[in-house]
């Protein structure tokens, strides 16, 4: 089976493309480098020892995609591409819902007409907003506070309008609780080109020398130790759910919604002794205001994704702070050399 991976030079397609091509699957991605680097296809490649098709381009760009579909033959399609930012959203509102709905829309028109109707989407906890109780079903209701995570909103709408237009399509829409680590290799992983807004590539710079130290966002919150929960997943078990979902929506037709997270809450403290721990690093920080926006506590109730895709996450954030550290100690060395 072929499969299309948009975005999959990124932090999560990445993974995946690993995780696909070991299952057997064959790979093509397409993805603009906005946010990532060409040489990822082929550490991807080294760790699979697999061939790997990749179109750099956007997926904006019609033709592009129709070339694609016309040449390759796609079964199905994993969506990553998309912008991420939240604060850069606020601020480029436009630039998110142009790049992220456009690029969805030409895809799924193109899908259309070449009758490929399986499509898994990323989408994200955030389309919960601020849920009353904990854990999160994703029955929950659902909204959204910033244009990033409007844009999530919007495309999770177009995917069940497309769906309730034309039941040939199966849809998996995985809502993304908050993925850290990297590939056991230390080959692929997450490094972002500006000061980090996310919290474990901030412990991690500050871990390198790169930034001073952490400022921890509140530690007046009703939580444990007064710092925010949140439910981190490593990006490998995260990578295992799409190849669980593509299993799924080529069983089945029809849309349906998987919370992927481990069910389980940390803090950020809990996060920053555990990485000191496993690392044996010493982690500076200062206590400052809360974000804002920031909700105490978030984390999943991943029963349903385990019922309905026999998916479970299994690692722990022992494994995660070591491999979020080990692949930008590893980069860093390959930055110098
Ligand atoms: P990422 O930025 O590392 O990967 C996204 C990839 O898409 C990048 O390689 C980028 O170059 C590419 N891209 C963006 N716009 C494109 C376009 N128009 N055409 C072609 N390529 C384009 O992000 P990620 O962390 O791997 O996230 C993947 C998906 O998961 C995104 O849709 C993101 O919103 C979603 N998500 C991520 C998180 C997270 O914490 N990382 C959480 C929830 C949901
Ligand atoms: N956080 C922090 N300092 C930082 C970045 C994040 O204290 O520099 C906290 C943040 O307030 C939240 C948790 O870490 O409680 C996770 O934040 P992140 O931005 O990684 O994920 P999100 O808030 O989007 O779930």
Sequence with gaps: MKILVTGGCGYIGSHTCCELLDSGYEVVIIDNLCNSKEDVVDKIKQITKKEVKFYK?????KDLVDEIFSKENIDAVIHFAGLKAVGESVLKPLLYYRNNLDSTLTLLEIMNKYNCKKIVFSSS??????????????????STTNPYGSTKLYIEGILKDLYISDNEWSIAVLRYFNPIGAHESGLIGENPKDIPNNLMPYIVRVATGELKELSIFGNDYDTHDGTGVRDYIHVVDLAKGHIKAIEHICKEKGIDYYNLGTGNGY???????????????????????????????????????????????????????????????????????
């Design 57 to 61: 381009g956007d997926l904006c760009d």
């Design 125 to 142: 906890a955030t389309v919960y907003g601020s849920p009353k109780t904990l854990p999160i079903k994703e029955d929950f209701p659902l």
């Design 267 to 337: 803090s950020v403290l809990d996060l920053v002794t555990t990485f000191e721990k496993v690392n044996n690093v010493k982690i500076n920080y200062k206590i400052v205001a809360r974000r804002k926006g920031d909700v105490a506590s978030c984390y999943a109730d991943a029963t349903y994704a385990l019922d309905k895709l026999n998916w479970k996450a299994t690692k722990g954030i022992e494994e995660m702070c070591k491999d979020s550290f080990k692949f930008v100690k590893n980069s860093n060395k390959d930055l110098n050399n």
